[in-house]
């Protein structure tokens, strides 16, 4: 077993910052340590929290903090930050508002950026989780900033999606847009002490009844995270989709099709990294991206044609 993934199971910190660190940064060594992690693996509750910049996310995941702390569970934050283009690094790393977490031995807290690596900020995220996962912790809670695309393959690894939302944000057609309604399982209404909570919500339940889900329909609890309002009645919900998940066909629906999606998501990383750093070291090939009226359809072709002859991998 991988030294780190010895470490994780006995619930080392320090062992557990380092084996993210090494998914982030997409070390060669990675697979194995996480295929050794993976057997580890618990029963935490995977929960996303997503939605707009400015829709109170942080506030309502501090909140949401204490409540699960008070009863008496273990919890790991994966702070999902948008990255810095010129340092890779992660704009809103300090997380302010949770800084009263910090020194509280049953929370974790890691804000991620993407650092350059191939997978990508959702890869890593994903991976983070699993190793949050072997480590031990109840709940896990993924905070995304924004509803991109980015957003939407992190959402895909989770067992419940909140999307929250706030009254007169104007956001609700830019969520309809990026798809994100599609895979939300809880709606929550923050800052529900504006004005517009009303017409947010019809808008929601008009959303619900189109969409005419079949077996679990998505509840809309109001909160009101500056004052903890609401936050017992989210945990609830929140339960209540997990119960809903392991009792009926549709949980294990999910959890093979997101099985399938990650297996095809590796093999496709691994296929192009090989190919990206096969293309990287030939000195012709880089020539070639000299020429500026090259044809990019052929390249990619007949290179990916001479890294399969060659098989694959098998560098020659």
């Not at 959702?122 to 996962?133: E, I, P, Q, W």
Request: hydrophobic share 40%; with cysteine; charged share 25%.
């Amino acid at each position: 077993m991988h030294p780190l993934a010895e470490r994780i199971q006995q619930q080392d910190m320090r062992a557990l910052a380092r084996a993210i660190t090494l998914v982030e940064n997409d070390s060669p060594e990675k697979l194995d340590m996480l295929s050794d992690i993976f057997s580890l693996k618990k029963n935490a509750h995977y929960i996303g929290i997503t939605g707009s910049p400015g829709a109170g996310k942080s506030s309502l995941v501090n909140r949401l903090l204490t409540h699960l702390r008070e009863k008496g569970l273990t919890v790991a934050v994966i702070a999902v930050d948008p990255t810095s283009p010129f340092s890779g690094g992660a704009l809103l790393g300090d997380r302010v508002r949770m800084n009263q977490h910090f020194t509280d031995p049953g929370i974790f807290i890691r804000s991620m950026a993407t650092r350059g690596s191939l997978g990508g900020l959702a890869r890593a995220t994903k991976d983070t989780l699993r190793v949050c996962d072997a480590y031990g912790f109840d709940v896990i809670l993924v905070e995304t900033v924004g509803v991109g695309q980015s957003e939407l393959d992190i959402m895909k690894v989770a067992d419940t999606t909140a999307l929250v939302l706030t009254p007169n944000s104007g956001d609700v057609l830019q969520i309809f847009k990026a798809g994100i309604m599609e895979i939300a399982d809880l709606f929550v209404i923050n800052k529900a002490d504006l004005p517009g909570v009303g017409r947010l919500k019809a808008t929601l339940e008009e959303y619900i009844m189109i969409a005419d889900p079949k077996g679990w329909v998505p509840p809309i609890i109001r909160t009101v995270s500056t004052e903890n309002k609401g936050v017992d009645d989210l945990w609830s919900e929140i339960q209540r989709h997990r119960t809903y998940l392991y009792e009926s066909h549709k949980g294990q629906k999910q959890r093979q099709r997101q099985l399938k999606l990650e297996v095809y998501d590796l093999i496709r990383e691994e296929i192009w990294r090989e190919v990206y750093r096969k293309i990287e070291a030939e000195d012709s090939k880089q020539e070639a991206f000299r020429d500026l009226i090259a044809d990019p359809y052929q390249m990619a072709k007949e290179w990916f044609q001479e890294w399969k002859e060659k098989g694959g991998n098998q560098h020659g």
